[in-house]
């Protein structure tokens, strides 16, 4: 019979993301209603180990569903990697008498959060909360959507000079590991070429592709890059590459960076976490852990942490070919 949780912890960790403190509140809020206590821990991990907590209610986050930023704070810490720092933030848990714990980040917090359940016999269910996209087990993510529109917002700007200008910009956006940003946001925005690491495109199909846009009379063009494409060692010697061989461009570099990661949460993403949020408040109260809550066609799901990390979230092909067809 599964131990019954009469108090949850909530955290955030990792890169914040827009939404996060919409989950927050979710987490906070349906806790009130199950006649359940919360306990807040600030700075994800570390403030664990740190025991850095705070007793939350339903006047505690009110106000917070528009803020942009995590109102516990985010860290990565070093310490929880190690044995030592997990049996402190044990302990901690231990005197606050949490026995579930909400996890509110990507796919390190959830790694962090299957070590420390296997450990110390915690009852965790993660909230996918990363601007990348790149969780397995959830179509959105909380705050992908919200970086996207900041995204094409910054690309429409850019676009204005770079038609004034006739120039050719490069865009940066942030994706290491997936380019979802990248693709959706580039086929927003009606970027000539789109640039992800799942795709290489190549230098000189990049080359033939800008070069065919200016004989076909465009005089300024827009490519977006994610972070971890491959084709250059970054966007900087991207951009010179294209100056030394198309010297009839003129070449810029904007790189978006954490711009991406701020903002007031769209509708979308501050839905999303409350759905999201909710019903893992329900599972662990229902005994249920080691588990990840996601979107899937529209419908609130869970699956194991473990198929979470392990699982790809790959990349829309249709989405790659329609890019393609409308550059042309």
Known sequence: MAKR????????????????????????RACAYYHTDCIGYYRGYQGMINGESIKLNARSVRNI?????????????????????????????????????????????????QVFSKEHGISVIGVPGTIDNDIFGTNYAIGYDTA???????????????????????????????????????????????????????????????????????????????????????????????KENLPNYDARVTVLGHIQRGGRPSCFDRVLASRLSVKAVELLLDGKKDLMVGMLNNEIESCSLDRALKGKHNINKELLKISEILST
């Open 148 to 242: 996207l529109n900041t995204v094409v917002e910054a690309i429409d700007k850019i676009r204005d000079t770079a038609s004034s200008h006739n120039r050719l910009f490069f865009v940066e956006v942030m994706g290491r590991d997936a380019g979802f940003i990248a693709l959706n946001s580039g086929i927003g925005a009606g970027a000539e070429e789109i640039l992800i690491p799942e795709e290489n495109l190549g230098l000189e199909r990049l080359l033939e592709s800008l070069e065919r846009s200016r004989r076909a009379g465009k005089t300024s063009s827009i490519v977006v890059v994610s972070e971890g494409d491959k084709i250059g060692k970054n966007v900087f010697e991207l951009a010179d590459y294209v």
């Open 5 to 28: 949780v009469r108090r949850i912890g909530v955290m955030t960790s990792g890169g914040d993301s827009p939404g996060m403190n919409a989950a927050i509140r979710a987490v906070v």
């Open 65 to 113: 569903v528009n803020q942009g930023g995590t109102i516990l704070q985010s860290a990565r810490s070093k310490a929880f990697l190690t044995e030592e720092g997990r049996a402190r933030a044990a302990e901690n848990l231990k005197k606050d008498e949490v026995d579930g714990m909400i996890l509110i980040g990507g796919d390190g917090t959830f790694r962090g959060g």
